[in-house]
């Protein structure tokens, strides 16, 4: 909870509060509104973390398309593999933004558009059937399960990730070429509505404090933990939990490239880069939430840490492909314990960290 007294007495200039001090601690009585580094937090954490990884995510989804122009132009094993490269290249960042599933990319429609699972591959074959033109535009008034991620997956991998160039059909290579088109169009899309025009969000979250959206910058911190939890969950008791439970590999996302624990992985390093303000992949670092944990509670910070690269570690003992150890009884050890270092993260983030924030 924001301290308004407080912060009423720091306009005042009283000096026995220390207002405004760059070395200040944060202090219980002030509230994260009041730590000097609150801004620079956020500012990061928009800047660095969700911009730059969307920026990332365009341009690495503009090289799927060349990659995919040039195999419709020879399509050989050469340009097939440089295919599959490129769409796993393109698939980190989008995974790694799946801790902050807010704002634009869900208001306008824009993770559907990308990642929406399963693929309806009767539809989808219905699709290739038909004598429509296929363009970036004709895809674009699809229904969301035939297009994006999956659909381009499915088309480059097959069911069982082992599809030959030679197996691909010239109406595949349109619609695999028409996909991806439109999906970098939507990844621009999405940079844009962050970046640019009136209504540009990072300006709304930059903001925080001085609009309605998020009436202090302690709102938009609780937004960022609030997403690292709900990634958390979605993991351990989603992505994990539901082919696992049902024993079925066709409820396993990811499955025609058997990228399901890579993609696991990227989930938890979002909630890395959220907490600590930096995205690696981009090359950037930042001030992130850590900071004023560390603060409040030197070891509550290092056990978050330690619970991501535990859950990352869990996540890399799990024999790929996922799809195949989920049925596997020598896997299920490790699934398990994956799962609960994952729903541990994700207990410490609701119990503890959340409570730094908002308190």
Known sequence: MRRVNTLALCTLGLALLHCGGSDEAPGTDRGFDGWSKSQTVVVDYTDKVVVGTYELLATRLHALSAAAAALKAAPTEANLDSTRKAWVDARKPWEQSEAFLFGPVDAKGFDPALDSWPVNRTDLDGVLAS????????????????????????????????????ALTP????????????????????VSAWKEGPDAYADVLKGAG????????????????????????????????????????????????????????????????????????????????DEWIAELDPALDQRVKQEIADSLAALGAIPPPFSTALTSPDAAGQISAAQTTIRTLQSTLEKDVLPKIVE
């Open 210 to 289: 001085k609009n309605s959206v998020y009436p202090s910058r302690q709102s938009a911190a609780e937004e960022i933990v609030r997403g690292m939890i709900a990634i958390a969950d979605e993991v351990a008791n989603g992505k994990i939990a539901d082919p696992v439970e049902q024993k079925d590999p066709n409820l396993v996302e990811s499955q025609f490239s058997f990228n399901s624990l890579a993609d696991f992985a990227d989930n938890v390093r979002s909630i890395q880069n959220a907490y600590t303000g930096d995205n690696p992949d981009a090359g950037s670092t930042g001030v992130g939430l």
């Open 131 to 166: 004598k429509d033109e296929l363009t970036p535009a004709y895809v674009k008034n699809l229904d969301p399960t035939l297009r994006g991620f999956h659909t381009a997956e499915y088309l480059i991998y097959g069911v069982d990730s082992k599809k030959a160039a030679a």
């Open 171 to 190: 109406r595949e290579l349109d619609y695999l070429s028409a996909v991806i088109g439109n999906m970098a169009s939507v990844a621009d899309e999405l």
